[in-house]
């Protein structure tokens, strides 16, 4: 019989402090308190990773330990004041509960359905961020045996990148300790009380400034309604379908090889080539979103740094290599200019829409987290592979729901061999039918750019063939 206990991690990191919150973190805090208690996926994210042999469960206590003391955004709180406003409040010490799950010898439980419901009840409840520090932790042992360890960590304290830092960086500490090892140094890093002090720096807001100007820029250039609602929709509304791939993700750096960019660029344009298909305008509203990890100083820091930036996205031309020249230019400018104050850049927006007498065009969003996967080692397929590599794809209706801020969710995660393609659609911009096909036609289309440029005639007609396919919401 699976037996549950706690444990206690105790920190003491010699200072605390308090600041107002980064533009990240205040970007974060805005959706929450916008969709709350209404949980959606990205608010905690989860990872879990093995434990080494050898290793006793209060050595692995000792390594959270460590990772609590070397990154502030773990051992903070987020009060909101009486103005509902937040703030980031850091502990000096403190302790943190760890659950403990022990499967006796002989018992049938499997450790992925241990891990699966460790991560559902970390992950499927929110923060009570004025009161809890903003992780949670889980070990799954064996006999006592420490065997996997898991983690959920809200939104507030890490974006995508940032947990991924954190699993890696738990792994080193812990193969450190089986080595007998000190533990590997903390990486230089800038934590977020400091960020928060250099945004309202005259440098940061010199920063601000620009983005915000970019955007008005940007937001002068919007059409009137550019994906207009093209079919009935169903219930619920929102569907998100995922496409899991190989091919693609050797395709997209065979095609980005070829047209002398990067992956992201590319797969930036073969989405548009397919949104070029059902957009009523040659420019569509789209945001771009950023890691923002660009200046070395922020490559290691743990937090929610991730910003998107509006950009009015052109998708005029008459190939895919046509559209990569303008998906090469977004992607820079948003790489400039997405730090910012997002409240500032909501007056913007608004002043914007009062100007024109009207409410302004909703698009998309395009995240990829995929491109910043390191390439895989050893030599790289070539175009011939990529048929039987296209054998393995898979996919699945991960998230259905009932409302969502935009139409158009891209996003591409994963590993380095393997790219996870994900659409979530208004069902009244496309079918699910269209939302499937849309993910096999990014597939193919990039397939087809490994080799050659492809007309946006021939994006049309690989579109068309994938969305004929039946669609059952429960089924591939």
């Known amino acids: 019989m699976i037996k549950h206990r706690t444990a206690e991690v105790t920190f003491h990191a010699g200072r605390s402090r308090t600041a107002h919150l980064t533009w990240g973190q205040q970007g974060t805090w805005d959706v929450l308190r916008r969709w709350l208690p209404e949980m959606k996926p990205f608010f905690v994210l989860t990872r879990w990773l ?191 379908g995922e496409l899991a791939s190989d091919a693609a993700a050797v395709a997209l750096r065979l095609a980005a090889r070829r047209l002398r960019t990067t992956t992201s660029v590319t797969l930036l344009a073969v989405v548009n080539a397919l949104v070029r298909t059902f957009c009523a305008t040659p420019v569509y509203p789209l945001d771009i979103m950023q890691s923002n990890r660009v200046e070395p100083e922020l490559r290691y820091t743990v937090t929610s740094l991730n910003q998107a930036v509006r950009t009015a996205m052109e998708v005029s031309g008459d190939t895919v290599g046509d559209l990569v020249g303008h998906a090469r230019a977004a992607m820079a400018a948003a790489m400039r200019h997405a730090r910012h104050d997002g409240r500032a850049a909501a007056q913007v927006a608004r002043a914007a829409a009062d100007a024109a007498g009207r409410p302004l065009p909703v698009g998309g969003q395009f995240n990829d987290r995929w491109s910043l996967q390191p390439r895989p080692a050893g030599p790289a397929p070539g175009p011939q592979a990529l048929a039987g590599l296209a054998a393995t794809t898979t996919f699945e209706w991960p998230q259905r729901a009932a409302a969502e801020a935009m139409p158009l969710y891209v996003d591409a995660s994963g590993t380095a061999e393997r790219i996870h393609l994900s659409l979530m659609a208004d069902t009244a911009l496309l079918a699910p039918a269209d939302i499937r096909g849309f993910l096999y036609a990014v597939e193919q289309v990039a397939m087809e750019l490994a080799r050659d440029d492809v007309s946006l005639r021939r994006v049309t007609e690989i579109f068309d063939s994938h969305r004929l396919c039946e669609v059952h919401p429960d089924t591939p």
Do not use: K
């Open 50 to 240: 093995p434990v080494p042999l050898l290793l006793e469960v209060d050595d692995v206590l000792a390594q959270l330990s460590h990772l609590l003391q070397r990154h502030e955004s773990l051992r903070t709180l987020f009060p909101a004041g009486v103005d509902g406003q937040g703030s980031q409040h850091v502990l000096g010490e403190g302790v943190v509960t760890v659950e403990v799950v022990d499967r006796p010898d002989g018992d049938p439980v499997s450790f992925a359905d241990i891990v699966a419901d460790c991560l559902r009840r970390a992950g499927g409840r929110p923060f009570a961020h004025d009161t809890e520090l903003p992780i949670r932790f889980a070990v799954a042992t064996h006999e006592g045996i420490p065997v996997l360890l898991m983690f959920a960590v809200s939104h507030l304290a890490a974006d995508h990148l940032g947990a991924d830092l954190l699993a890696a960086e738990l792994a080193a500490l812990l193969r450190a300790r089986t080595d007998g090892d000190a533990p590997p140094p903390a990486r230089p890093a800038t934590q977020p009380v400091d960020l928060a002090v250099f945004e309202r720096s005259p440098d940061g807001q010199r920063r601000n400034v620009d983005a915000l100007a970019y955007l008005r820029q940007q937001l002068r250039r919007l059409p009137v309604a550019p994906l207009p609602e093209r079919v009935t929709p169903v219930e619920p509304r929102y569907w998100r």
